[in-house]
């Protein structure tokens, strides 16, 4: 191949396989036909324009443009909000009484980044569009600054969530601002800062606590302040819920919502983690805003993946995730009990309790889904057996071991299945020991007490378990491994719900507050989509009942069996929203897979009468081959399977046919 | 129906108005019909195209090789033309309005400044979600 031509085809990775393999070669056809005489290299304008391509294509459409507007809609409120906190803070919570001296009149060097912000919410009505993002680039440095500030000056900060709720609205009113602003919406930004405050001080004042609890540093304020976050949450919800009833696209309301709601989510918790060391897992802050951020996380992938075919091997890695997550918390865990506390044998338990699950981690991407039992059943066994972890970090391990058992995956084939579970679990190992350093009041050795750190590094295991829990929700709701989704939603939701719920009283606002709103929005936008759904459900079946009727009849053998084949496919391609024909064809073969099939009654031939004997998978591959008339790519991707394993599927299935004494055709 | 088209799938409809082209066809008439102020690259192409494809505008009709180059050909449906049909209705229509009003009352130019930061980073955010 020319060099041009393969430097073509490198770029053209950008495109999802799938469609490279449909469409690559005419792409390829006609970048070559575009290209100038003599060209050896594709230009930069050529490469960004494929990039960009083949992003839109594994976005499927309007996931960026969706994103792209709600971001510019969330962008004013996070400013508003970010100002409108740091003016809160600073006249109250930072105000010292007469005669006692902080940073000058202040409590911590927080008052600095806060003047910033509220000087950015002003600047926002008077500064031109192309300079508005210059004065919150300023308040986010400043933000950051006030960690080393705070440590090199030996004054106090304001706590971390604080910090990185701030930053975290900066983020967004960075990337969403910039729109050009006339009139009354110059005074929007400034104005909402001002109600922010002014709602947070009203809050304040409600619950009687103006001016009596400065000694309390930092504790109930920003709760407070998260109620009104988690107000704006709701206010950008209902604003979708009004759009989606009007029948106007709801979703970049929706990303406005989830993405104020990030940073809004670590404002609101109180720490609710008992003091001193105990034996059991009990959530703490931490765990409340790792929750509440994946629960966001969780709604954003969903938004996501409405845009797009649904993963659907998602629950295919929920368990290497979470033998992941579990191999990088022993490995940090049994690690750091040897070397890096104080007290080495008090409590650490016997290190063949952690060990086990190293190794599983380490083996999993080279086992067969058996093998992956078998060994996380060893390792489960192993911890169980030796005088091992603190019961609450055996509570969480064998929960995350149950995961692995019910969702245990497909072999590795893909470079991205091989580095997941290492990659998972050397993150998980990172956030561990960020977790514990955090814990022990930012000391790298010398740490005292085992059990409450192992407790609240366990926290991290929630991310594996939302994803647990997601992959399940979505198997149930599309009728696929009905079993395997519930039961790992009742694995995932209820080890979260048991640690959650006895504190859920003291928990924020927005964690509360996002489902109700994200529920109303979805209800609203499910009643009114109804008809449109039926009317494309009515209108498929019309077009394609004959087609998919024949190809059931071939891949069932009998006409009842067809029918309900068909039936089946059609109820759960319109449950999971995707009335398209080859997600009805998907859906038809893997459902035929399963099932038993006679031989038609009707038919007197020696080949179908063999054909019928053969077992699902080479049957189906071969029915698909030579009465369906399908080639090994198509019939790969009705089958979800490789191409090659399909080409050894229906070889060895003529081969089995001629063995026994068929004429093959 | 009824949303108004973005000008390049205008563009690519009306070259294939014309018959049956193949995708360097199209960039070709595209620039031709356009004066040379709409290039269109083949990223840009064939992601018009797919969506026409799956909106009926458009069929792929026949496979030829060329040079080792596959082509394919892509013909307007009878309701990609009527989409066309409708919307080159609605800007003459536009134009015919825009004329009369013009000859009546100057008009003022209104820039307005774009912001180009935020697609590119509801890219990348939206890329991450996709994995």
């Not at chain 1, 992941?324 to 049994?334: D, P, Q, V, Y």
């Not at chain 2, 129906?1 to 360097?24: D, K, S």
């Not at chain 2, 180059?69 to 989409?83: F, I, K, N, P, Q």
Request: one cysteine or more.
């Amino acid at each position: 191949m020319e060099p041009l031509a393969r430097r073509y085809r490198r770029l053209l990775f950008a495109y999802p396989d799938s469609y490279r393999r449909q469409r690559g070669d005419e792409l390829l056809g006609t970048l070559l036909d575009t290209a100038r005489p003599g060209q050896r290299r594709p230009t930069v304008a050529e490469a960004t324009d494929l990039m960009l391509g083949g992003l839109r294509q594994r976005l499927g459409g309007s996931l960026a443009a969706d994103l792209e507007a709600g971001l510019a809609f969330a962008a004013p409120f996070a400013l508003a909000l970010a100002a409108g906190l740091g003016g809160f803070l600073m006249l109250t919570v930072e105000r010292m009484p007469a005669g006692i001296h902080g940073v000058g009149p202040f409590r911590t060097v927080g008052p600095a980044a806060y003047a910033v912000w509220l000087a950015a919410a002003a600047l926002r009505a008077v500064l031109p569009a192309g300079l508005s993002r210059v004065p919150v680039a300023a308040a986010m440095t400043v933000t950051a600054v006030l960690i080393p500030a705070a440590v090199i000056s030996g004054y106090q900060r304001p706590p971390l969530w604080v910090i990185l709720a701030l930053l975290g609205f900066g983020a967004i009113a960075m990337a969403g601002g910039g729109e050009p602003l006339t009139g009354a919406a110059r005074l929007a930004v400034p104005v909402g800062a001002l109600v922010a405050a002014a709602l947070a001080k009203a809050l304040l004042r409600w619950q009687q606590l103006d001016g009596m609890w400065w000694d309390t540093y930092y504790q109930t304020a920003p709760r407070l302040a998260g109620m009104v976050a988690a107000a704006a949450v709701l206010g950008v919800a209902a604003a979708g819920a009004v759009a989606a009833a009007r029948s106007r696209p709801a979703r970049p309301y929706l990303w406005a919502a989830l993405l104020l709601a990030l940073p809004g989510g670590w404002l609101g918790p109180l720490n609710t983690s008992p003091a001193g060391p105990t034996p059991g897992i009990e959530f703490g802050r931490l765990a409340e805003v790792v929750l509440a951020s994946c629960l966001v996380l969780a709604a954003m992938t969903w938004l996501a993946a409405l845009h797009r075919a649904a993963h659907a091997d998602l629950l295919d890695r929920a368990g290497g995730l979470a033998i992941g997550c579990a191999g990088g918390l022993c490995a940090f865990l049994g690690l750091a009990g040897r070397l890096l506390f104080v007290d080495r044998d008090w409590q650490f338990g016997d290190w063949r309790g952690y060990v086990g699950w190293v190794l599983v981690a380490i083996a999993w991407p080279f086992l067969a889904p058996a093998a992956r039992r078998a060994t996380t059943v060893a390792a489960l066994l192993l911890m169980l057996l030796a005088i091992a972890p603190p019961p609450g970090v055996r509570g969480s391990l064998t929960v995350l071991a149950a995961v692995a058992l019910v969702a245990p995956g497909r072999p590795a084939s893909r470079i991205g299945a091989w580095l997941a579970v290492p990659l998972t679990a050397l993150g998980t190992a990172a956030a561990a020991a960020v977790i514990a350093v955090y814990d022990n009041g930012w000391e790298l050795t010398g740490w005292v007490a085992y059990q409450q750190t192992a407790a609240l590094v366990m926290t991290v295991a929630i991310a594996p378990l939302t994803v647990a829990v997601v992959a399940g929700i979505r198997a149930v709701l599309s009728g696929t491994r009905t079993v395997a989704g519930a039961l790992l939603v009742l694995a995932g939701a209820g080890w979260i719900g048991l640690l959650a719920l006895p504190n859920l009283a003291r928990w924020g606002p927005t964690l509360l507050l996002l489902p109700l709103a994200l529920g109303a929005v979805l209800v609203v936008q499910w009643v009114r989509q109804r008809p449109v759904r039926v009317a494309r459900l009515r209108a498929y079946v019309d077009a394609h009942q004959a087609d998919l009727q024949s190809l059931a009849y071939l891949l069932t053998g009998d006409r009842a069996a067809a029918t309900n084949l068909v039936l089946d496919a059609l109820a759960g391609a319109y449950r999971s929203g995707r009335v398209e024909d080859r997600e009805v064809r998907r859906r038809l073969v893997r459902l035929a897979l399963n099932r038993s099939t006679t031989c038609p009654s009707i038919v007197d031939d020696p080949l179908w009468t063999a054909m019928y004997g053969l077992d699902p998978a080479r049957r189906v591959a071969l029915v698909l081959h030579v009465h369906a008339g399908l080639e090994p790519p198509q019939i790969a991707e009705l089958m979800h399977r490789p191409e090659p394993a399909v080409r050894r599927l229906t070889d060895s299935a003529l081969a089995e046919l001629a063995r026994r004494g068929a004429p093959a055709k | 129906m009824g949303v108004p088209l973005q000008e390049p799938t205008f563009l690519i409809l009306t070259a294939l108005a014309g018959g049956p082209l193949h995708g360097y066809g199209v960039i070709q008439e595209v620039t031709r019909l356009s004066d040379g102020r709409v290039v269109l690259r083949p990223g840009t192409l064939y992601g018009a195209l797919d969506r026409l494809a799956e909106q009926g505008h458009v069929v792929a009709e026949r496979e030829e090789v060329v040079d080792g180059r596959l082509r394919r050909y892509y013909r307007l449906t009878d309701e990609g033309a009527a989409v066309l049909d409708a919307e080159a209705r609605r800007l003459a229509d536009n134009a015919a309005e825009a004329r009369r009003r013009l000859r009546s009352r100057p008009a003022t130019a209104h820039f307005i400044a774009a912001a180009p930061g935020r697609r590119l980073i509801a890219h990348f955010i939206a890329a991450a979600f996709v994995g």
